[in-house]
Nanobody
Framework: VQLQACGGGLVQPGGSLRLSCVAS????????MGWFRQAPGKEREFVSA????????YYADSVKGRFTISRDNAKNTVDLQMNTLSPEDTAVYYC?????????WGLGTLVTVSS
């Protein structure tokens, strides 16, 4: 499985961005998917996750109420809608797929929130 994230960019505080992660392969529907981020000088942290069928979603407290994760198993995609962005959301965002003990990571996409 290969994951490719896109949609990052420069946005002003209070703005919105939508990240997408596209997965190759036929096993996407078996993967729990998630988004993580790593800000400059900080460790990678959990942002959000969604179960393989999309029935369960999880969010870090710092993004709850502002970010929404969704997936489309027919298109092998998982999206992260980010609203009311603040400079503290500036980071490289990574998507991750997991099944059992196996993890798949994509290359990150940079989100910069600045005026």
């Amino acid at each position: 499985v290969q994951l490719q994230a896109c949609g990052g960019g420069l946005v002003q505080p209070g703005g919105s961005l939508r990240l997408s992660c596209v997965a190759s392969g036929r096993t996407f529907h078996n993967l729990g998917m998630g988004w993580f981020r790593q800000a400059p000088g900080k460790e990678r942290e959990f942002v959000s996750a969604i179960s393989y069928a999309g029935g369960y979603t999880y969010y870090a407290d710092s993004v709850k109420g502002r970010f929404t994760i969704s997936r489309d198993n027919a298109k092998n995609t998982v999206d992260l809608q980010m609203n009311t962005l603040s400079p503290e959301d500036t980071a490289v965002y990574y998507c991750r797929g997991v099944t059992g003990s196996v993890e798949y990571w994509g290359l990150g996409t940079l989100v910069t929130v600045s005026s």
